[in-house]
């Protein structure tokens, strides 16, 4: 009998369970979204293959539970069918999770959708020292929890306002949850503390006027962690406002993991042990 290459079924998103020759099947699921006829095909896989239930994972995808080994090709071939593929796990960028973003959200700024096929189409299963994250949320709402992920990206809008615009109606103040705006109706006056700001862009969307202006773009994180360890990710850079700039980061961030991070090592104690500092200046370089 030849011999089961464990690891590679596990790079290829077929984990092991505890029963014997069972796995446990991550299929690879881009941002939350999967279409109705795959769904379909998920279903017919999970009686026929399966134990007919599937399993929703914390990270937008589906695991399919109690695969036999005897049957992880065919499963393969039946999930090309519907054009879905297995995800992965192991040291390697996983899933690419986001919430539905402009398109749909009224609260988007930034078309996560997009950028998560993007995100996908460049890093999807990408080796690395360990896991690494992405997670892709369109505002400051934050669905998606950008600080939780190894790098996560978060929707603003970096605002002007515009006095001949004004009516001096105080609802920019009233929206604004950072206090970083506040109005003197009766004297004509604003004041907007810009440090203060936090690029929500509620101010743009409620007044009536069209006295605030924003520009779209990207917050990034870096170092979240969320598992036996616990951190917050960490805003090293300014807003930036083009895929271009974001994507530069990105490279940039997953080289200094690749040079600097050991084997079973993540993002946030490599960045820990090598110094903040030195990620904060090689991101920097690239903008």
Request: glycine share 10%; aromatic share 10%.
């Amino acid at each position: 009998m030849a011999q089961v290459d464990y690891k590679e079924l596990k790079k290829g998103g077929f984990m092991r369970q505890k029963q014997k020759d069972n796995f446990s099947l991550r299929l690879g699921i881009i941002g939350g979204q999967i279409q109705a006829d795959q769904l379909l095909k998920v279903h017919e896989i999970a009686k026929k293959y399966g134990r007919g239930y599937v399993h929703m994972t914390s990270r937008q995808s589906m695991e399919i539970p109690f695969i036999k080994l005897e049957d992880v090709e065919k499963v393969k071939a039946e999930l090309a069918e519907a054009n879905l593929q297995p995800g992965v796990c192991g040291p390697r960028v996983r899933t690419i999770t986001a919430c539905q973003g402009s398109e749909i959200c009224p609260n988007g700024i930034i078309d996560s959708t997009k950028l998560a096929y993007e995100f996908d189409r460049r890093y999807h299963g990408r080796e690395l020292p360990h896991k690494f994250k992405f997670g892709i949320t369109a505002c400051c709402n934050n669905c998606l929890k950008a600080e939780e992920n190894d790098l996560g990206v978060k929707g603003g809008e970096s605002v002007e306002w515009k006095e001949n615009a004004c009516t001096f109606c105080g609802l920019c103040e009233a929206v604004c949850r950072e206090k970083a705006i506040t109005v003197d109706k009766a004297g004509k006056k604003l004041a907007f503390k810009e440090e203060a700001c936090n690029y929500c862009g509620r101010c743009v969307r409620a007044c009536p006027t069209g006295a605030w202006e924003g520009r779209s773009g990207f917050i990034i994180y870096f170092g979240g962690l969320f598992g036996n360890r616990i951190a917050i990710g960490k805003k090293l850079l300014p807003i930036v406002f083009t895929t271009d700039e974001l994507f530069r980061v990105v490279d940039a961030t997953l080289k200094f993991y690749e040079k600097n991070g050991k084997s079973s090592e993540r993002f946030r104690n490599t960045v820990d042990r090598v110094g903040w500092e030195l990620l904060e200046k090689e991101v920097a370089s690239v903008l």
